[in-house]
């Protein structure tokens, strides 16, 4: 239920804004409290009228009108909201979100506030795919903005396209989970492995990976967000850790083994984001290996697979894999999946565009013990870690 939450729902000015109405009425219909603000070119298509009715409140329109009482309308409206839905957003608006800009009542309040914002796009197909709009989204989702839709379908300009305001059922349904996530790890420990290892050859090389640690960081802020006590054993990496996890730092996959075994019996749920080399030179040599006209050749030797152990000593703790792959990506995940003794994988193919390592986001399919795989599109690795998180706490709550 959505009782009592207050919602703040900003209308731009496009057609969809029509279907706002039908969101704010059913917002209405389950108890939360509506606030409306409507841009200038909004009120073109829809009065003002429409949503003070529908949400029983005086709808905010301009950056100098007279407000209600003596507070500074836009810092009283973010104060107040404990999520904020955007609906339709248009191009200009994210357009001007994305620069900074606040020059009507609407960015202004977006610009102040703390709390969750979901964006509901909704314009041209070839308005929504032109690359200026696409960098715009991308760089808001990485910023931690939400979007919903948009969806394929016959747009109001008479072609047929993705850029349909996604339904209002739909997007009342992930306000829903969006707000109900927001404490759902409340008095669990969750621990996160992230970034890459460093096997050392001597005392200034060592072997690595690509692992930039951004998809284990985001779920590690996810988690703490959402309530979790967050142990985050990082390999190095260059990212500023966030606040309130308790971060270990390690080096090596023998280090990052024994900080795992460690906290492993205090926690409830692994992510195990690392990418963890799966070899390590049979001998460090205590000095810097001299070159010579020789070929050097390397003796590696296995390091242990944390994973693979974690899932001998499971109990009722879940455990989520993750699989990048350059090819035969689901075959080798579901391989994993039983291997391992695992709850969830989170799959990618290294491959594509926008998927894998030092990225800000990836592509990815999330296979379930069952085998199940179910894909998505491609989106901010902090987006990601949510929906990684909505599965594990469905999982939590099995258990009892
Ligand atoms: O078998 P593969 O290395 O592809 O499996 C990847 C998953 O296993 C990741 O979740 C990774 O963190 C984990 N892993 C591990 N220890 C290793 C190698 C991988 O925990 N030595």
């Not at 979007?147 to 739909?170: D, H, I, N, Q, S």
């Not at 960081?217 to 967000?225: D, I, P």
Request: hydrophobic fraction near 40%; aromatic fraction near 6%; charge should be neutral.
């Amino acid at each position: 239920m959505l009782e009592d939450k207050k919602i703040l729902v900003g209308v731009c000015g496009g057609i969809a804004a029509y279907k706002t109405a039908d969101i704010v009425s059913r917002l209405k219909k389950k108890g939360a409290q509506v606030k409306v603000i409507m841009t200038a070119s909004a009120r073109e298509f829809v009065t003002p009228l429409t949503f003070q009715t529908l949400s029983q409140n005086y709808v905010a329109t301009g950056l100098f009108s007279s407000p209600k009482n003596w507070e500074v309308e836009h810092i009283s409206l973010a104060r107040w909201a404990d999520c904020v839905l955007i609906a339709p957003a248009t191009a200009n608006f994210i357009g001007k979100i994305w620069a900074g800009i606040a020059d009507d009542l609407l960015t202004t309040t977006v610009m102040a506030v703390k709390a969750p914002v979901i964006m509901a796009p909704a314009m041209n197909t070839n308005m929504y795919s032109n690359e200026l709009v696409q960098r715009n989204i991308n760089a808001l989702k990485n910023r931690g903005y939400q979007f919903v839709g948009p969806v394929e379908g016959r747009l109001a300009c008479g072609e047929t396209g993705e850029g349909k305001m996604e339904e209002p059922e739909k997007i009342v349904a992930f306000i829903h989970s969006t707000l109900n996530r927001d404490k759902d790890f409340d008095g669990r420990t969750v621990m996160i492995t992230a970034g890459p290892t460093r096997e050392a050859l001597d005392p200034v090389r060592f072997l690595t990976n690509a692992s930039s640690g951004r998809m284990g960081y985001s779920l590690a802020k996810a988690a703490a967000g959402r309530g979790a006590r967050v142990v985050l054993i990082s390999g190095p990496t260059q990212l500023e850790p966030p606040s309130g996890v308790e971060l270990v730092r390690v080096e090596s996959a023998l280090e990052m083994y024994m900080a795992v075994m460690e906290y492993y019996p205090q926690c409830d749920v692994v992510l195990k984001a690392a990418a963890v080399s799966d070899y390590r030179p049979a001998r460090k040599s205590g000095e810097k290996i001299k070159k010579s006209d020789d070929r050097l050749i390397l003796e590696m030797e296995r390091n242990p697979d944390i994973l693979l152990e974690l899932g001998k000593y499971k109990g009722n703790c879940i455990l989520v894999g993750f699989a990048a792959e350059s090819h035969n990506v689901e075959e080798y995940a579901r391989e994993k999946i039983r291997k391992k003794n695992l709850d969830l994988i989170v799959a990618n193919d290294i491959t594509l565009e926008g998927a894998g390592f030092n990225t800000d986001t990836n592509v990815a399919a999330i296979i379930d013990s069952e085998g199940k795989a179910e894909y998505l599109p491609m989106m901010s690795k902090s987006e990601l870690a949510h929906i990684i998180l909505d599965k594990v706490a469905v999982l939590l709550k099995r258990q009892f």
